[in-house]
């Protein structure tokens, strides 16, 4: 079986590729009816995207990371690019030990890959980088993804757009688009999250909801971050599921991700 663990990698970190943008969150007492008026409690802007959410909750669990995407100088800002295997030519590899892509334009990702492996195919096992991919949207240009992962987290609307009823049927199913010794997993809200390893065994982690639902913007991109974290720290796959989903169930019951771990 693939083993995640990276010893004496020191202080290497977790790199994540993807989206930064700006959430602007208002709360309300209920979910309004279309076309209805509702007045607004509060409203609150805050840092989001698959993978600056994922790297936030990585760095508050306590993981040396980085984000690379497109930032912008002002607070809002329009067609921002997304990195380019030319960008991505530029990043010093020794520096991570596990690199994680929010599935956008895979085009481009496809030669980010490469290129890390390319960069594995010339270190011991102990010293090469994880890849992890995340294929959330149904677009048919990320499917191209699935190959190409250590690890591939693929989200339920992904999933049901192919016809799957449930996280286990997902993972028959895909199975076969992944390359060999490849772990799959897929979080399926609140029935929590299924997984499976190299040796084609299904795993699942129940959901821990919060006593009170607040804010489940971002549940998805806390369950990948604390699933990385575990594996990356020598976890094993059940661990690290069952850890994404009470660190996920956390995030559901605050505002935010301040509160995640108290």
């Known amino acids: ?100 892509w929010e599935g956008r334009n895979a085009d481009e990702q496809v030669k980010m890959i490469e290129r890390v492996r390319e960069h594995n195919s010339k270190q011991e096992e102990k010293n090469r980088i994880t890849i992890s991919v995340e294929i959330e949207k149904t677009r048919e240009p990320l499917y191209q993804l699935f190959p190409l992962g250590d690890l591939v987290f693929v989200s339920k609307d992904v999933a049901q757009h192919f016809g799957f009823t449930s996280a286990a049927a997902a993972l028959k199913g895909f199975c076969g688009r992944l390359r060999k010794r490849a772990t799959l ?9 299924d997984a499976m390893g190299p040796d084609g065994v299904i795993i699942h982690a129940d959901a821990f909801p919060p006593e009170k639902l607040v804010d489940t913007l971002g549940a998805g991109d806390t369950f990948n971050a604390s699933v990385i974290h575990s594996l ?18 956390k995030k559901c019951g605050v505002h935010g991700y301040d509160g995640i771990l108290h």
């Open 185 to 193: 997993i897929c979080a399926w809200a609140e029935k929590g999250a």
């Open 1 to 100: 079986m693939i083993s995640f663990c990276r010893e004496n990698m020191g202080d290497k970190k977790i790199l994540c590729i993807g989206l930064v943008c700006l959430d602007i969150i208002n709360v309300v007492d209920e979910y309004p009816e279309e076309d209805s008026d509702t007045r607004c409690l509060s409203q609150r802007w805050q840092r989001g995207g698959n993978a600056s959410n994922t790297c936030t909750v990585l760095s508050l669990l306590g993981a040396p990371c980085a984000f690379m995407g497109s930032l912008a100088p002002g607070p809002v800002a329009e067609n921002l690019p997304d990195v380019s295997i030319e960008d991505f030519s530029k990043v010093d590899l020794s520096q991570y030990k596990w690199i994680h």
């Open 232 to 249: 990356s720290n020598g976890g094993s796959l059940q661990d690290a599921l069952t850890f994404g989903c009470q660190i996920a169930g």
